[in-house]
Protein backbone atom coordinates (compact mmCIF):
# COMPACT_ATOMS: atom_id res chain seq x y z
CA UNK A 1 0.00 0.00 0.00
CA UNK A 2 2.92 1.92 0.04
CA UNK A 3 2.64 5.15 -2.30
CA UNK A 4 3.29 8.67 -3.47
CA UNK A 5 0.95 10.86 -5.95
CA UNK A 6 1.75 14.07 -6.66
CA UNK A 7 -0.38 16.01 -8.75
CA UNK A 8 -0.60 20.20 -9.21
CA UNK A 9 -3.13 21.49 -6.73
CA UNK A 10 -4.93 24.58 -9.14
CA UNK A 11 -8.78 24.73 -8.67
CA UNK A 12 -8.63 26.41 -5.80
CA UNK A 13 -6.78 29.24 -6.90
CA UNK A 14 -9.04 30.07 -9.81
CA UNK A 15 -11.43 32.52 -8.92
CA UNK A 16 -12.54 33.73 -12.34
CA UNK A 17 -16.08 33.49 -13.38
CA UNK A 18 -15.99 30.78 -15.62
CA UNK A 19 -14.87 28.29 -12.76
CA UNK A 20 -17.54 29.84 -10.15
CA UNK A 21 -20.26 29.62 -12.57
CA UNK A 22 -19.17 26.02 -13.13
CA UNK A 23 -18.74 25.57 -9.93
CA UNK A 24 -22.55 26.74 -9.09
CA UNK A 25 -23.37 24.71 -11.62
CA UNK A 26 -22.36 21.24 -10.46
CA UNK A 27 -23.52 22.44 -6.88
CA UNK A 28 -26.85 22.58 -8.41
CA UNK A 29 -27.01 19.58 -10.32
CA UNK A 30 -25.92 17.73 -7.20
CA UNK A 31 -28.96 19.34 -4.59
CA UNK A 32 -31.91 18.61 -7.07
CA UNK A 33 -29.99 14.91 -8.12
CA UNK A 34 -30.78 15.71 -11.96
CA UNK A 35 -29.88 19.12 -12.94
CA UNK A 36 -33.38 20.09 -13.06
CA UNK A 37 -34.96 23.61 -12.44
CA UNK A 38 -34.44 24.30 -8.68
CA UNK A 39 -36.02 27.16 -6.03
CA UNK A 40 -33.54 29.75 -5.27
CA UNK A 41 -33.88 30.87 -1.37
CA UNK A 42 -32.12 34.61 0.10
CA UNK A 43 -30.66 34.90 3.27
CA UNK A 44 -30.79 38.22 4.48
CA UNK A 45 -29.59 39.40 8.09
CA UNK A 46 -31.44 41.76 10.70
CA UNK A 47 -29.53 44.13 13.41
CA UNK A 48 -30.55 43.71 16.86
CA UNK A 49 -33.08 46.69 17.41
CA UNK A 50 -30.84 48.48 20.02
CA UNK A 51 -33.09 51.64 22.56
CA UNK A 52 -34.65 53.90 20.35
CA UNK A 53 -33.82 52.13 17.56
CA UNK A 54 -35.80 50.10 14.99
CA UNK A 55 -34.33 47.10 13.95
CA UNK A 56 -32.49 47.61 10.74
CA UNK A 57 -31.41 45.39 7.73
CA UNK A 58 -27.66 45.02 6.74
CA UNK A 59 -26.91 46.78 3.53
CA UNK A 60 -27.27 43.84 1.59
CA UNK A 61 -30.87 43.87 2.81
CA UNK A 62 -31.70 47.57 2.60
CA UNK A 63 -30.69 47.53 -0.88
CA UNK A 64 -32.93 44.28 -1.88
CA UNK A 65 -36.11 46.13 0.24
CA UNK A 66 -35.11 49.01 -2.11
CA UNK A 67 -35.79 46.44 -5.24
CA UNK A 68 -38.94 45.24 -3.34
CA UNK A 69 -39.90 49.25 -2.80
CA UNK A 70 -40.16 49.09 1.28
CA UNK A 71 -42.26 45.45 0.96
CA UNK A 72 -39.57 43.91 3.20
CA UNK A 73 -39.51 46.20 5.95
CA UNK A 74 -43.09 46.59 6.21
CA UNK A 75 -43.09 42.63 6.34
CA UNK A 76 -40.09 42.80 8.86
CA UNK A 77 -42.52 45.36 11.20
CA UNK A 78 -45.76 43.40 10.60
CA UNK A 79 -43.94 40.43 11.88
CA UNK A 80 -42.37 41.93 14.95
CA UNK A 81 -38.76 41.26 14.06
CA UNK A 82 -36.24 42.55 16.36
CA UNK A 83 -33.35 41.19 15.28
CA UNK A 84 -32.65 38.75 18.33
CA UNK A 85 -29.57 36.30 17.06
CA UNK A 86 -30.64 33.66 15.55
CA UNK A 87 -34.18 34.57 15.26
CA UNK A 88 -36.15 35.16 12.28
CA UNK A 89 -38.90 34.25 9.31
CA UNK A 90 -38.74 32.76 6.08
CA UNK A 91 -41.19 35.18 3.43
CA UNK A 92 -42.33 33.34 0.51
CA UNK A 93 -43.07 34.54 -3.22
CA UNK A 94 -42.26 38.22 -2.14
CA UNK A 95 -39.58 38.57 -5.11
CA UNK A 96 -39.92 36.71 -8.30
CA UNK A 97 -36.07 35.52 -8.35
CA UNK A 98 -36.40 34.05 -5.30
CA UNK A 99 -39.17 32.12 -4.04
CA UNK A 100 -37.98 31.98 0.16
CA UNK A 101 -36.27 34.79 1.55
CA UNK A 102 -35.12 34.27 5.34
CA UNK A 103 -34.52 37.18 7.56
CA UNK A 104 -32.42 36.30 10.56
CA UNK A 105 -31.24 38.47 14.05
CA UNK A 106 -27.98 39.14 13.66
CA UNK A 107 -27.50 40.50 17.39
CA UNK A 108 -26.41 44.24 18.05
CA UNK A 109 -24.28 46.14 15.12
CA UNK A 110 -20.62 46.42 15.62
CA UNK A 111 -20.21 43.69 18.26
CA UNK A 112 -16.32 42.65 18.49
CA UNK A 113 -14.20 41.09 20.52
CA UNK A 114 -15.90 40.04 24.24
CA UNK A 115 -12.80 39.38 26.24
CA UNK A 116 -14.40 37.78 29.02
CA UNK A 117 -15.88 34.96 26.41
CA UNK A 118 -12.76 34.72 24.71
CA UNK A 119 -14.65 35.28 21.44
CA UNK A 120 -15.05 37.28 18.58
CA UNK A 121 -19.04 37.68 19.01
CA UNK A 122 -19.49 39.81 15.96
CA UNK A 123 -17.90 36.93 13.50
CA UNK A 124 -19.99 34.30 15.32
CA UNK A 125 -22.81 35.78 15.05
CA UNK A 126 -22.41 36.06 11.44
CA UNK A 127 -21.73 32.49 11.20
CA UNK A 128 -25.21 31.46 13.74
CA UNK A 129 -27.54 33.66 11.31
CA UNK A 130 -25.76 32.82 8.12
CA UNK A 131 -26.33 28.97 9.86
CA UNK A 132 -29.79 29.07 10.92
CA UNK A 133 -30.92 31.33 7.37
CA UNK A 134 -29.95 28.52 5.30
CA UNK A 135 -30.71 25.61 6.95
CA UNK A 136 -34.43 27.04 7.42
CA UNK A 137 -34.59 27.29 3.61
CA UNK A 138 -33.09 23.79 3.23
CA UNK A 139 -35.90 22.77 5.24
CA UNK A 140 -38.11 24.32 2.95
CA UNK A 141 -36.60 22.32 0.04
CA UNK A 142 -34.24 25.36 -1.67
CA UNK A 143 -31.95 24.09 -3.32
CA UNK A 144 -29.87 27.03 -3.80
CA UNK A 145 -29.03 29.21 -1.44
CA UNK A 146 -27.69 32.52 -1.76
CA UNK A 147 -26.12 34.22 1.40
CA UNK A 148 -25.98 37.90 2.44
CA UNK A 149 -22.22 38.19 3.55
CA UNK A 150 -23.35 40.68 6.49
CA UNK A 151 -20.04 42.56 6.57
CA UNK A 152 -17.91 39.28 7.77
CA UNK A 153 -17.81 37.26 4.28
CA UNK A 154 -15.75 34.37 5.43
CA UNK A 155 -17.54 33.74 8.43
CA UNK A 156 -21.38 33.71 6.53
CA UNK A 157 -20.07 30.67 4.47
CA UNK A 158 -18.56 28.90 7.22
CA UNK A 159 -21.87 29.39 8.96
CA UNK A 160 -24.19 28.81 5.60
CA UNK A 161 -22.12 25.39 3.97
CA UNK A 162 -21.53 24.09 7.90
CA UNK A 163 -25.12 24.03 8.39
CA UNK A 164 -26.54 22.63 5.23
CA UNK A 165 -24.39 19.72 5.32
CA UNK A 166 -25.28 16.08 6.44
CA UNK A 167 -24.00 12.82 6.80
CA UNK A 168 -25.39 10.56 3.85
CA UNK A 169 -23.15 8.68 2.46
CA UNK A 170 -25.51 5.46 3.92
CA UNK A 171 -28.59 6.55 2.52
CA UNK A 172 -30.24 5.16 -0.93
CA UNK A 173 -30.21 7.50 -3.64
CA UNK A 174 -33.73 7.90 -3.88
CA UNK A 175 -34.53 8.92 0.32
CA UNK A 176 -30.90 11.21 0.48
CA UNK A 177 -32.11 14.77 2.08
CA UNK A 178 -31.53 18.15 -0.36
CA UNK A 179 -28.35 19.56 0.16
CA UNK A 180 -28.66 22.61 -1.41
CA UNK A 181 -25.97 24.84 -3.13
CA UNK A 182 -24.42 27.87 -1.42
CA UNK A 183 -23.58 30.88 -2.67
CA UNK A 184 -22.96 34.38 -1.76
CA UNK A 185 -25.05 37.62 -2.19
CA UNK A 186 -24.18 41.38 -3.55
CA UNK A 187 -21.13 41.36 -2.30
CA UNK A 188 -17.52 42.16 -3.74
CA UNK A 189 -15.61 39.73 -0.88
CA UNK A 190 -15.17 36.81 -3.27
CA UNK A 191 -11.62 36.22 -1.79
CA UNK A 192 -12.96 36.20 1.58
CA UNK A 193 -16.04 33.97 0.93
CA UNK A 194 -13.92 31.17 -0.89
CA UNK A 195 -11.80 31.16 1.99
CA UNK A 196 -15.13 30.26 3.92
CA UNK A 197 -16.24 27.35 1.80
CA UNK A 198 -12.64 26.12 1.91
CA UNK A 199 -12.46 25.85 6.01
CA UNK A 200 -16.10 24.62 6.38
CA UNK A 201 -15.50 21.90 3.48
CA UNK A 202 -12.53 21.10 5.47
CA UNK A 203 -14.30 21.20 9.00
CA UNK A 204 -17.64 18.66 6.91
CA UNK A 205 -14.41 16.36 5.23
CA UNK A 206 -13.93 15.64 9.08
CA UNK A 207 -17.90 15.23 9.92
CA UNK A 208 -17.63 12.83 7.34
CA UNK A 209 -14.88 10.53 8.55
CA UNK A 210 -15.88 10.88 12.05
CA UNK A 211 -19.28 9.68 11.55
CA UNK A 212 -19.01 6.67 9.25
CA UNK A 213 -19.95 3.43 10.91
CA UNK A 214 -16.41 1.72 12.05
CA UNK A 215 -17.06 -0.95 9.26
CA UNK A 216 -16.86 1.44 6.70
CA UNK A 217 -13.98 3.30 7.91
CA UNK A 218 -11.63 0.93 9.05
CA UNK A 219 -7.75 1.95 9.66
CA UNK A 220 -7.24 0.43 5.55
CA UNK A 221 -10.33 2.69 4.24
CA UNK A 222 -9.32 5.30 6.36
CA UNK A 223 -5.44 5.76 4.79
CA UNK A 224 -7.54 5.03 1.38
CA UNK A 225 -9.84 8.33 2.03
CA UNK A 226 -7.20 10.21 3.05
CA UNK A 227 -5.14 9.56 -0.04
CA UNK A 228 -8.17 10.27 -2.10
CA UNK A 229 -8.99 13.69 -0.38
CA UNK A 230 -4.91 14.54 -0.33
CA UNK A 231 -3.36 13.39 -2.88
CA UNK A 232 -5.10 15.69 -5.99
CA UNK A 233 -3.85 18.82 -3.90
CA UNK A 234 -0.24 17.90 -4.21
CA UNK A 235 -0.04 16.45 -0.54
CA UNK A 236 2.50 13.38 -0.34
CA UNK A 237 0.50 10.73 1.32
CA UNK A 238 3.13 7.38 2.71
CA UNK A 239 1.12 4.64 3.70
CA UNK A 240 3.08 2.59 6.14
CA UNK A 241 1.37 -1.46 6.59
CA UNK A 242 2.16 -3.57 9.61
CA UNK A 243 5.27 -5.15 7.81
CA UNK A 244 6.70 -1.47 8.41
CA UNK A 245 5.86 -0.70 11.56
CA UNK A 246 7.06 -4.44 12.95
CA UNK A 247 10.78 -2.82 11.16
CA UNK A 248 10.51 0.54 13.51
CA UNK A 249 9.97 -1.62 16.52
CA UNK A 250 6.62 0.13 17.28
CA UNK A 251 6.09 -1.77 20.16
CA UNK A 252 3.26 0.31 21.70
CA UNK A 253 1.63 0.73 18.52
CA UNK A 254 1.26 -3.13 17.85
CA UNK A 255 0.39 -4.03 21.50
CA UNK A 256 -2.83 -2.22 20.72
CA UNK A 257 -3.65 -3.03 17.37
CA UNK A 258 -3.02 -6.54 17.82
CA UNK A 259 -6.15 -7.19 19.71
CA UNK A 260 -8.08 -6.56 16.16
CA UNK A 261 -7.78 -8.36 12.98
CA UNK A 262 -8.19 -5.13 11.09
CA UNK A 263 -4.37 -4.66 10.39
CA UNK A 264 -3.06 -1.23 11.36
CA UNK A 265 -1.69 1.76 8.89
CA UNK A 266 0.38 4.38 10.07
CA UNK A 267 0.31 8.05 7.60
CA UNK A 268 2.85 10.38 6.94
CA UNK A 269 1.23 12.91 5.15
CA UNK A 270 3.66 16.16 4.38
CA UNK A 271 2.90 19.65 3.09
CA UNK A 272 5.65 21.93 1.18
CA UNK A 273 4.72 25.56 1.35
CA UNK A 274 7.94 27.11 2.24
CA UNK A 275 11.33 26.25 1.79
CA UNK A 276 12.28 22.64 1.95
CA UNK A 277 14.73 23.92 4.51
CA UNK A 278 12.25 25.22 6.42
CA UNK A 279 11.79 23.34 9.65
CA UNK A 280 7.74 21.85 9.94
CA UNK A 281 5.13 21.74 12.15
CA UNK A 282 4.78 18.40 13.09
CA UNK A 283 0.66 17.24 14.15
CA UNK A 284 0.07 14.03 15.33
CA UNK A 285 -3.28 12.64 15.63
CA UNK A 286 -4.88 9.41 17.31
CA UNK A 287 -6.13 7.31 14.73
CA UNK A 288 -8.44 4.52 16.42
CA UNK A 289 -11.02 4.09 14.71
CA UNK A 290 -12.81 2.01 17.48
CA UNK A 291 -12.26 2.14 20.80
CA UNK A 292 -14.33 -0.66 22.32
CA UNK A 293 -12.05 -0.15 25.43
CA UNK A 294 -10.19 -3.68 24.54
CA UNK A 295 -10.32 -6.45 27.39
CA UNK A 296 -11.12 -3.03 29.86
CA UNK A 297 -14.46 -3.05 27.85
CA UNK A 298 -16.56 0.16 27.60
CA UNK A 299 -20.36 -0.18 28.47
CA UNK A 300 -22.66 -1.18 25.45
CA UNK A 301 -25.05 2.02 25.92
CA UNK A 302 -23.52 4.27 23.75
CA UNK A 303 -20.18 2.57 22.69
CA UNK A 304 -20.97 3.75 18.87
CA UNK A 305 -19.57 7.52 19.28
CA UNK A 306 -16.81 5.57 19.84
CA UNK A 307 -16.23 5.01 16.03
CA UNK A 308 -15.15 8.90 16.66
CA UNK A 309 -11.86 7.75 18.68
CA UNK A 310 -9.64 9.06 15.06
CA UNK A 311 -11.76 12.19 15.29
CA UNK A 312 -8.28 13.92 16.02
CA UNK A 313 -6.83 12.28 12.70
CA UNK A 314 -9.67 13.37 10.82
CA UNK A 315 -9.21 16.98 11.95
CA UNK A 316 -5.62 16.93 11.00
CA UNK A 317 -6.39 15.42 7.43
CA UNK A 318 -9.12 17.85 6.63
CA UNK A 319 -6.78 20.99 7.78
CA UNK A 320 -4.23 19.59 5.79
CA UNK A 321 -6.14 19.79 2.28
CA UNK A 322 -7.76 23.35 3.84
CA UNK A 323 -3.96 24.34 4.09
CA UNK A 324 -3.05 23.14 0.47
CA UNK A 325 -6.27 24.91 -0.45
CA UNK A 326 -4.94 28.51 1.03
CA UNK A 327 -1.37 27.74 -0.35
CA UNK A 328 -0.14 28.61 3.45
CA UNK A 329 3.87 29.72 3.28
CA UNK A 330 4.86 26.70 6.00
CA UNK A 331 5.78 23.43 6.02
CA UNK A 332 3.79 20.96 7.71
CA UNK A 333 3.57 17.29 8.34
CA UNK A 334 1.56 14.70 9.84
CA UNK A 335 2.05 11.19 11.67
CA UNK A 336 -1.35 9.59 11.73
CA UNK A 337 -1.47 5.95 13.87
CA UNK A 338 -4.53 4.07 12.37
CA UNK A 339 -5.52 0.80 14.05
CA UNK A 340 -8.69 -0.75 15.64
CA UNK A 341 -8.77 -1.37 20.17
CA UNK A 342 -10.40 -4.63 20.21
CA UNK A 343 -11.03 -7.50 23.13
CA UNK A 344 -9.61 -10.72 21.63
CA UNK A 345 -7.28 -13.61 22.56
CA UNK A 346 -4.38 -11.59 20.93
CA UNK A 347 -5.49 -8.54 22.88
CA UNK A 348 -2.95 -6.84 25.13
CA UNK A 349 -3.61 -7.69 28.79
CA UNK A 350 -3.71 -5.03 31.92
CA UNK A 351 -0.19 -4.78 33.37
CA UNK A 352 1.42 -5.19 30.50
CA UNK A 353 4.90 -3.86 29.55
CA UNK A 354 6.29 -2.19 26.80
CA UNK A 355 9.56 -0.77 25.42
CA UNK A 356 9.25 2.81 23.65
CA UNK A 357 11.16 4.22 21.10
CA UNK A 358 12.99 6.07 23.25
CA UNK A 359 14.09 2.76 25.47
CA UNK A 360 11.31 4.19 28.16
CA UNK A 361 8.88 1.36 29.15
CA UNK A 362 5.03 1.58 29.73
CA UNK A 363 2.93 -0.20 31.91
CA UNK A 364 -0.41 -0.53 29.97
CA UNK A 365 -2.56 -0.83 33.15
CA UNK A 366 -6.13 0.25 31.13
CA UNK A 367 -6.52 -0.64 28.10
CA UNK A 368 -9.69 2.10 27.96
CA UNK A 369 -6.92 4.67 28.07
CA UNK A 370 -5.26 3.01 24.62
CA UNK A 371 -4.74 6.58 23.21
CA UNK A 372 -1.67 7.54 24.55
CA UNK A 373 0.09 4.03 24.36
CA UNK A 374 -0.93 4.06 20.90
CA UNK A 375 0.58 7.68 20.09
CA UNK A 376 3.41 7.45 21.73
CA UNK A 377 6.13 5.66 19.49
CA UNK A 378 4.15 7.37 16.27
CA UNK A 379 5.01 10.78 18.14
CA UNK A 380 8.60 9.80 19.26
CA UNK A 381 9.37 8.22 15.37
CA UNK A 382 7.53 11.96 13.85
CA UNK A 383 10.48 14.06 15.93
CA UNK A 384 13.25 11.83 15.11
CA UNK A 385 12.33 11.37 11.60
CA UNK A 386 11.26 15.27 10.88
CA UNK A 387 13.18 17.50 13.42
CA UNK A 388 10.14 19.86 13.84
CA UNK A 389 10.06 23.12 15.54
CA UNK A 390 6.55 22.52 17.48
CA UNK A 391 4.79 19.17 17.72
CA UNK A 392 1.16 19.50 18.08
CA UNK A 393 -0.64 16.71 18.91
CA UNK A 394 -4.71 16.31 18.58
CA UNK A 395 -6.77 12.83 20.84
CA UNK A 396 -9.88 12.10 22.25
CA UNK A 397 -7.90 11.28 25.59
CA UNK A 398 -9.72 12.32 29.09
CA UNK A 399 -12.91 12.39 30.51
CA UNK A 400 -11.70 15.12 32.62
CA UNK A 401 -12.04 17.81 29.59
CA UNK A 402 -15.79 17.03 29.00
CA UNK A 403 -16.67 16.88 32.44
CA UNK A 404 -15.12 20.37 32.75
CA UNK A 405 -15.76 22.29 29.98
CA UNK A 406 -18.29 20.05 28.39
CA UNK A 407 -18.58 20.82 24.52
CA UNK A 408 -17.66 24.48 25.42
CA UNK A 409 -14.25 24.20 24.81
CA UNK A 410 -10.64 21.79 23.92
CA UNK A 411 -8.33 21.28 26.40
CA UNK A 412 -4.91 22.76 25.44
CA UNK A 413 -1.88 21.67 27.34
CA UNK A 414 1.41 23.49 26.19
CA UNK A 415 4.75 23.69 27.53
CA UNK A 416 4.47 27.31 25.40
CA UNK A 417 2.69 30.27 26.29
CA UNK A 418 3.57 31.81 23.20
CA UNK A 419 1.87 28.81 21.53
CA UNK A 420 -0.89 29.02 23.72
CA UNK A 421 -1.83 32.38 23.06
CA UNK A 422 -1.62 31.75 19.32
CA UNK A 423 -3.99 28.57 19.75
CA UNK A 424 -6.39 31.33 22.19
CA UNK A 425 -6.67 33.83 19.69
CA UNK A 426 -7.27 31.37 16.77
CA UNK A 427 -9.74 30.00 18.97
CA UNK A 428 -11.57 33.79 19.48
CA UNK A 429 -11.48 34.16 15.61
CA UNK A 430 -12.95 30.68 14.29
CA UNK A 431 -15.66 30.43 17.47
CA UNK A 432 -13.86 26.94 18.11
CA UNK A 433 -12.39 28.08 21.48
CA UNK A 434 -9.42 25.96 23.73
CA UNK A 435 -8.94 26.59 27.11
CA UNK A 436 -5.44 25.62 28.85
CA UNK A 437 -5.17 23.17 31.54
CA UNK A 438 -1.90 22.67 33.78
CA UNK A 439 0.87 20.42 32.77
CA UNK A 440 2.21 20.67 36.02
CA UNK A 441 4.68 18.21 37.59
CA UNK A 442 2.32 17.45 40.28
CA UNK A 443 0.51 15.00 36.87
CA UNK A 444 4.12 13.94 36.13
CA UNK A 445 4.85 12.13 39.48
CA UNK A 446 1.32 10.53 39.36
CA UNK A 447 2.17 8.23 36.00
CA UNK A 448 6.31 7.91 36.33
CA UNK A 449 6.75 7.52 40.10
CA UNK A 450 6.79 3.83 40.10
CA UNK A 451 9.01 1.44 41.02
CA UNK A 452 8.91 -1.35 38.26
CA UNK A 453 8.69 1.10 35.43
CA UNK A 454 9.49 4.22 33.88
CA UNK A 455 5.47 5.12 32.83
CA UNK A 456 2.09 4.03 33.64
CA UNK A 457 -0.84 5.10 30.41
CA UNK A 458 -3.17 5.79 33.64
CA UNK A 459 -1.42 6.85 36.42
CA UNK A 460 -2.96 7.26 39.67
CA UNK A 461 -5.54 9.76 40.52
CA UNK A 462 -9.00 11.39 38.89
CA UNK A 463 -7.91 14.46 36.81
CA UNK A 464 -7.83 12.09 33.45
CA UNK A 465 -6.65 14.75 31.02
CA UNK A 466 -3.62 16.19 33.06
CA UNK A 467 -2.38 13.06 33.36
CA UNK A 468 -2.70 11.65 29.75
CA UNK A 469 -1.17 14.93 29.05
CA UNK A 470 1.33 14.29 31.73
CA UNK A 471 2.23 11.16 29.91
CA UNK A 472 2.56 12.46 26.40
CA UNK A 473 4.91 15.39 27.52
CA UNK A 474 7.22 12.39 28.66
CA UNK A 475 8.17 12.36 25.11
CA UNK A 476 8.37 15.62 23.83
CA UNK A 477 10.99 16.53 25.97
CA UNK A 478 13.23 19.40 23.89
CA UNK A 479 10.37 20.85 21.73
CA UNK A 480 7.37 23.39 22.02
CA UNK A 481 4.20 20.88 22.27
CA UNK A 482 0.73 21.47 22.27
CA UNK A 483 -1.89 18.87 23.53
CA UNK A 484 -5.24 19.19 22.41
CA UNK A 485 -8.01 17.28 24.20
CA UNK A 486 -11.04 17.00 21.93
CA UNK A 487 -12.86 14.37 24.18
CA UNK A 488 -16.11 17.00 24.46
CA UNK A 489 -15.97 18.62 21.17
CA UNK A 490 -14.77 16.37 18.37
CA UNK A 491 -17.25 13.48 18.87
CA UNK A 492 -21.20 14.15 19.13
CA UNK A 493 -22.44 17.00 19.88
CA UNK A 494 -24.91 16.91 22.64
CA UNK A 495 -24.90 19.54 24.99
CA UNK A 496 -24.54 22.79 24.36
CA UNK A 497 -25.57 22.86 20.68
CA UNK A 498 -23.79 25.03 18.18
CA UNK A 499 -26.45 26.54 15.81
CA UNK A 500 -24.67 25.71 12.55
CA UNK A 501 -24.14 22.32 13.69
CA UNK A 502 -26.01 19.77 14.02
CA UNK A 503 -27.38 17.62 17.14
CA UNK A 504 -26.14 14.16 17.80
CA UNK A 505 -23.97 14.16 15.09
CA UNK A 506 -19.79 13.94 14.88
CA UNK A 507 -18.70 18.25 15.02
CA UNK A 508 -15.43 17.64 13.18
CA UNK A 509 -13.66 20.49 15.43
CA UNK A 510 -11.24 21.58 16.03
CA UNK A 511 -10.66 22.15 12.02
CA UNK A 512 -10.76 25.36 11.51
CA UNK A 513 -9.00 26.51 14.59
CA UNK A 514 -6.00 24.51 14.03
CA UNK A 515 -6.15 26.23 9.79
CA UNK A 516 -6.24 29.80 11.63
CA UNK A 517 -3.52 28.76 13.89
CA UNK A 518 -1.65 27.34 11.04
CA UNK A 519 -2.23 30.55 8.77
CA UNK A 520 -1.46 33.09 12.47
CA UNK A 521 2.51 30.97 12.45
CA UNK A 522 2.75 31.34 8.72
CA UNK A 523 1.67 34.76 8.20
CA UNK A 524 2.33 36.26 11.46
CA UNK A 525 2.13 40.12 10.19
CA UNK A 526 -1.31 39.12 8.98
CA UNK A 527 -1.16 39.26 5.72
Not at 28 to 49: E, F, H, P, T
Not at 380 to 385: E, F, I, K, M
Not at 471 to 494: A, F, K, N, Y
Request: with cysteine.
Amino acid sequence: MSGLRRSPFKFYHSYGKAVRSAFRLLCARNACGDGSAISKGLVLGLYQKEGEKDAKLTPAGLKFDDRLNGKLKQLICETNLDGKLGRGKVFYNIDPEFSAVAIVGVGLEGIAFNELEMLDEGMENVRIAAGVGARSLQKEGVGFVSVDAMDYAEQAAEGATLAVWKYTDNITKRAKPLVPAVEMWDSPDVEGWMRGVFKADAQNLARRLSDSPANCMTPTQFAQATVDALCPCGITVEVRTMDWIEAQKMKAFLMIAKGSCEPPVMLEISYCGTSPEEKPILFVGKGITFNSGGINLRPCEGMDEYRASMSGAAACVAMMRCVAALSLPINVSCVIPLCENMPSGMSCKPGDVVTLLNQKSMAIRDLDKAGVVVMADPLLYGQNTYHPRLVVDVATLGMGVKKAFGGGASGIFSNSHYIWKQFQRAGALTGDRLWRMPLWYYYKRQISDELCYDLSNDGRGLASSCIAAAILHELVPCVDWVHIDTRGTGMLSTYGLIPYLSANRMTGRPTRTLVQFLYQMACPDGK
